[in-house]
């Protein structure tokens, strides 16, 4: 039973280059979201998608890029890495109705930006 | 606009002792709260969540949590503080209403528990 998978788990980048964030869920969940969690901000969304091929802009997501080609993947991009996307970035998904709408979180992608 | 409140940034208990972590939210009609725990290093676990029904919810680890919409509150608690507790804990909420939406979350209050 993976649940929510996330990939790199540490990452460290210089500005200016291309970053991907992997995020892969086992569950068939139609909703994935992405968060960056920021001390004193706590979580922000930056994108999510209702199912594949739909996507949409959370609170942050300037300088970041999301495609869902496939239910179970959900990557993050960030085009050129600026040293304020240094964060953990976690990825989720929502379970159905049935199972009250609760998210699920993967553990979790550190990134640095130098 | 939905919000979630965490006034506390740390409670400090002594194990053995209840402890409450507090929540205030605010949403338009009926609200999806939950609480989420995270321990260093990793990702937020779900604890417990208030749909509907009945007002005491009872999550993992022995934790429990009390909605009262008088008090658009939403309250964390557990009778008896394990030091192994210690960890940051979340609230969160959405609108029934929303189910296109994501959970806000609160900023996190840190829990410490003493032995």
């Known amino acids: 039973d993976a649940g929510i998978t996330q990939s790199p788990r540490y990452k460290i980048t210089e500005t200016g280059r291309q970053v991907t964030l992997m995020c892969h869920q086992t569950?068939?969940?139609?909703?994935m979201f992405w968060y960056r969690q920021d001390l004193g901000h706590g979580l922000r969304l930056i994108y999510y998608?209702?199912?594949?091929?739909?996507?949409d802009k959370g609170e942050v997501p300037d300088g970041y890029v999301v495609s869902r080609s496939k239910t179970e993947n959900f990557p993050l991009t960030l085009e050129s890495a600026t040293r304020s996307q240094t964060s953990v970035y976690f990825c989720?998904?929502?379970?159905?109705?049935?199972?009250?709408?609760?998210?699920?979180f993967g553990e979790g992608s550190w990134l640095t930006v130098v | 606009a939905q919000s979630v409140a965490q006034p506390e940034d740390q409670v400090n208990v002594a194990e053995g002792n209840p402890l409450t972590v507090k929540c205030t939210y605010s949403?338009?009609?009926?609200?999806?709260l939950f609480w989420y725990v995270q321990y260093p290093n990793r990702g937020l676990q779900f604890l417990l969540k208030?749909?509907?029904?009945?007002?005491l919810v009872k999550g993992s680890y022995g934790f429990e949590a009390e909605f009262n919409k008088s008090q658009t509150s939403f309250h964390l608690k557990k009778p008896s503080a394990l030091v192994s507790d210690s960890a940051l804990y979340f609230c969160?909420?959405?609108?029934?209403?929303?189910?296109?939406?994501?959970?806000?979350f609160g900023k996190g209050t840190t829990l410490s528990v003493s032995s």
């Open positions: 989720a998904s929502r379970a159905g109705r049935r199972s009250g709408n609760t998210i699920y």
């Open positions: 998608s209702a199912a594949a091929d739909i996507t």
């Open positions: 569950w068939s969940h139609s909703y």
């Open positions: 949403v338009s009609g009926n609200p999806y």
């Open positions: 969160a909420v959405r609108s029934e209403n929303q189910a296109g939406t994501a959970l806000i």
């Open positions: 208030y749909i509907t029904g009945d007002n």
